[in-house]
């Protein structure tokens, strides 16, 4: 991590002060959010985080933005984009596009991806030994990946600890790595249970005019986080029905993602597809 | 008598030789383009809107789209009826035809309260499809009509997943009708409800880094991942002609 330069430690100070505005307020706020590093440093971060290669010759940063888990910087150049957390000053996120491998024959398997994938995590210092792995190949069309995949759960619960690392199905190279991991506390027991977070997800689709047959595809209980940084425990229900059967009795099938209030069962629509 | 013959075969091989030669010099071996061409290019960013507060709405979706191609694209957010002599007037002078709506393997669909729900099927191999009416299927184009289109893209849930013979949407755009690259997806992917949709604004932008369709593709399914959570299903994207550029904007070849 960078040595904190004279500019981001004015930024810390102005986040304390918002912080103090905001507890005066009786509004909370989210420490994990506070800018605490520049945009230098955030390039600065990058450079380590590559060490010894030439690929942020001609980066820039932007940002930050607001992002699901933490406020990000996005370094871009021509041969990576990176994300750097302005809180912390760590790369959560980095897309080498010129190791994917054009055009050429799937010539990588799964171990050998998966050996690729966690010495990358090794050589940045990434833990991953304590959260479950999985695999998934992609085809893409005229290239192919391996997303490895490391995720948390306390049984049914998703926790807000995930690691991903794409591997080129022809190069054998890391293509990508994102870190969605964020401090989190117990979140106990949830006060809606599975079927009643169902019936609420079809009973806000029904609402929404869902007329058809709803199908449940998923149903998980996740701790997610609000903008204004307060921790949630919330189902998150993927559904789909027949929205339209045309005359030649082609199906027209739509597809939606609800969300629903583990602790007041409030529901709504997040997503559709 | 010999010598006379071969002389006068000789000067006629020679003639005919010489004409051949001229008629090759003067006549174009790539085939003449007959649409109009703009400038700047077009693009059209096809939206839908079905009913209901269920109903999924992609007008912003290709708002943004269309704000990120402006102003090196002449770029319009419309409805279409899909019939092909409707799609055609949009489709043969353009660079971008982008889709965003309802999809299946084979098929993406818009809708507006005029045309209700058209449909463009790869072709009438997907199950209860029709090219008839208001449908449209890719088999009824042909590369001279198509070709110039620089990026089909078909934004719809299970819109690259191919049929049991292998024909797939993108996959006939770019390899039958020779558009220069298109994009969809084998997945269920998410539209969000309540904040701008991330995919298509950083797709449309990332080709000004610049960053080739493949790139952006890629560039774009990590947004989606760290500003929502989820890839929602834009990491199963799937490209042909990844190596084209957005931009700068030229014509299709």
Request: hydrophobic share 45%; with cysteine.
């Amino acid at each position: 991590m960078p040595v904190p330069s004279r500019r981001s430690m004015l930024l810390a100070a102005a986040a304390v002060l918002l912080a103090l505005a905001g507890v005066a307020s009786g509004r909370g706020i989210d420490e994990t959010r506070v800018i605490a590093v520049s945009r230098e440093e955030a390039i600065d971060s990058v450079r380590a985080f590559v060490a010894g290669t030439a690929l942020t010759d001609d980066v820039v940063a932007e940002g930050p933005y607001d992002g699901a888990l933490v406020r990000f910087y996005k370094v871009t150049g021509h041969h990576l984009m990176a994300r750097v957390d302005a809180n912390t000053g760590s790369v959560v996120g980095v897309v080498f596009l010129e190791n994917i491998g054009q055009g050429g024959k799937v010539s990588v398997d799964s171990e050998r991806a998966s050996v690729a994938a966690k010495a990358f995590l090794d050589d940045h210092s990434i833990g991953w030994r304590h959260l479950e792995p999985s695999i998934e190949f992609i085809d893409h069309g005229e290239t192919a990946e391996y997303l490895l995949q490391w995720t948390r759960r306390d049984g049914d619960l998703v926790l807000p600890e995930a690691i991903y690392v794409s591997v080129d199905a022809v190069t054998g190279k890391v293509i990508s790595f994102a870190d969605m991991r964020r401090p989190f506390e117990a979140p106990g027991e949830p006060s809606v249970d599975r079927p009643a977070a169902i019936a609420a997800s079809v009973e806000v689709l029904r609402g929404a005019g869902v007329d058809g047959e709803v199908a449940i595809d998923a149903a998980e209980l996740r701790v997610e986080f609000a903008e204004s940084g307060d921790q949630r425990l919330v189902w998150k229900i993927r559904a789909s029905a027949v929205v339209e059967r045309l005359q030649q009795g082609q199906e027209i099938v739509g597809h939606w993602l609800v969300e629903v209030d583990a602790r007041s069962g409030q529901a709504k629509i997040v997503a559709r597809g | 008598m010999a010598s006379t013959m071969s002389a006068a075969v000789w000067s006629t091989t020679r003639l005919v030789a010489a004409v051949a030669v001229v008629v090759l010099l003067i006549t174009p071996t790539a085939p003449r383009v007959t649409a109009a061409q703009y400038s700047p290019p077009w693009a059209h960013a096809f939206r839908a809107h079905w009913p209901g507060t269920g109903g999924l709405d992609t007008t912003n979706t290709m708002n943004l789209a269309k704000q990120g191609l402006e102003p090196e694209y002449k770029a319009s957010s419309i409805n279409p009826a899909s019939a092909k002599a409707s799609m055609l007037t949009y489709a043969v002078h353009d660079a971008i035809w982008w889709m965003a709506g309802h999809a299946g393997t084979g098929f993406i669909t818009t809708y507006n309260a005029t045309n209700g729900t058209t449909v463009v099927n790869v072709s009438n191999q997907v199950p209860g499809s029709s090219c008839a009416g208001k449908n449209a299927c890719l088999t009824d184009y042909t590369f001279e009509e198509m070709h110039d289109i620089r990026v089909m893209v078909f934004q719809g849930c299970d819109s690259g997943k191919t049929l049991a013979n292998g024909d797939a949407l993108h996959k006939r755009a770019k390899q039958v009708l020779g558009v220069d690259a298109s994009v969809a997806f084998g997945a269920i992917i998410y539209f969000s409800a309540n904040t701008s949709d991330v995919w298509s604004f950083h797709f449309a932008n990332y080709g000004r880094l610049p960053t080739t369709v493949l790139g952006a593709a890629y560039y774009s399914a990590e947004d989606v991942l760290f500003y929502s959570g989820s890839y929602h299903g834009y990491k199963q994207y799937s490209v042909y002609g990844g190596s084209t550029y957005f931009f700068p904007a030229a014509y299709g070849s």
